[in-house]
């Protein structure tokens, strides 16, 4: 069992503790770290965690054997150093960074320190995603043509203007850090390295400081091609599609990642006919957390590399690049 506190908690930081506080046979929680934490206080106690305003309180505690970070973006990297120079191992929620030499600054610091680095792409771990993956290493979609997925949802919609969500220095180039980068890591992951990128995004509510449409499209080392498409102001949609010479598949999932419900998967083969098969949901964030326990004890190796992590950072800075600019972007 991995003595953890975790940093930050808002809306997702308060849905990590709910999927692991007693849920969890590898990973508990002794300390809850936040900025108003007299708000906080009754959902800490109800389980069992001590809550404080100080991060430097967990750090010095040698009990908490990790740190999960639940916090906006731009404090990750100095969270992560500290994590790291008190002997911390360290689950930090996506993106890593908002730059690649903020992430590389955090990968070296918990290189350095030799503690495991986890993060928040649990999309990796859902039955589908990973029925794809194995089509995609067995070579049962032939030649690796072009992926496209959407990741659609509202759950973000309307939040109030001063928000981190909606900060376009928080949150760049749109629905990228809530949606985009797990795409990213799973096209990383699947297809291996980018070498071209263009982006685009659109503000079609005003409210939504740093806009509510991201599109982006890319080209592997490999030669395949890919796209995206992201809107936070429409009800849930999420695709996810690769085409292969002998054979293409496709996911459609009915909920979002961290609610209950089904996905369904179509493969067509070469003659036409498309089986179906259906998953129900797993827990992937308790399943992605418990990989990262497990790494932590050493019992198994976490299946997120840090190079994995510094190309998806490359990937998402050249993204805002491209965005800012309106060029194609070169990695």
């Known amino acids: 069992m991995i003595n953890a506190a975790i940093i930050g908690l808002g809306w997702w930081g308060t849905h990590i503790v709910n999927t692991l506080q007693g849920e969890s046979e590898k990973i508990r929680f002794l300390w809850a770290v936040d900025i108003v934490p007299d708000t906080k206080f009754e959902f800490a106690q109800s389980k ?20 999960v970070l639940a916090t906006p973006h731009s404090m990750h990297e100095e969270q992560i150093i500290a994590a790291a120079k008190a002997g911390k191992h360290v689950f930090c929620e996506k993106p890593l960074a908002l730059t690649l030499a903020s992430a590389q600054r955090s990968v070296t610091a918990c290189e350095e320190a030799k503690v495991v680095l ?41 939040l109030d203007a001063d928000n981190w969500r909606v900060s376009p220095t928080e949150s760049p180039a749109a629905a990228m850090t809530a949606t985009g980068i797990h795409i990213t890591d799973s096209y ?6 980018v070498k071209q990128i263009f982006a685009m995004t659109a503000k079609r509510n005003p409210a939504n400081n740093n806009g509510d449409i991201l599109n982006f499209s890319v080209k592997f080392k490999s030669g395949a091609t890919g796209t995206f498409n992201s809107v936070l102001e429409t009800p ?22 961290s609610d209950v419900g089904t ?33 932590v004890s050493g019992v198994a190796e976490y299946p997120f590399t840090n190079a994995q992590n510094l190309e998806n950072i490359a990937v998402f800075q050249a993204i805002c690049e491209s965005v800012d600019s309106g060029r194609l972007i070169e990695l």
């Open 118 to 158: 986890g993060i928040g792409h649990e999309r990796r771990f859902e039955p589908a995603m990973q029925k794809i993956s194995q089509l995609v290493d067995t070579g049962e979609l032939g030649k690796i043509m072009h992926v496209e997925a959407n990741f659609s949802h509202d759950k973000l919609a309307n």
């Open 236 to 257: 849930l949609y999420i695709r996810y599609a690769v085409f292969g010479s002998k054979a293409w598949v496709e996911t459609r999932d009915y909920c979002h990642p």
């Open 263 to 295: 996905t369904d998967c179509f493969i067509c083969r070469n003659g036409g006919k498309i089986e179906k098969t259906s998953y129900e949901t797993i827990d992937t964030v308790k399943i992605n957390f418990e990989a990262w326990a497990d790494a």
């Open 188 to 193: 990383i992951n699947m297809f291996g390295p």
């Open 48 to 67: 069992g965690i001590k809550i404080t305003a100080e991060f430097t309180d967990v750090l010095n505690d040698p009990a908490v054997e990790a740190i």
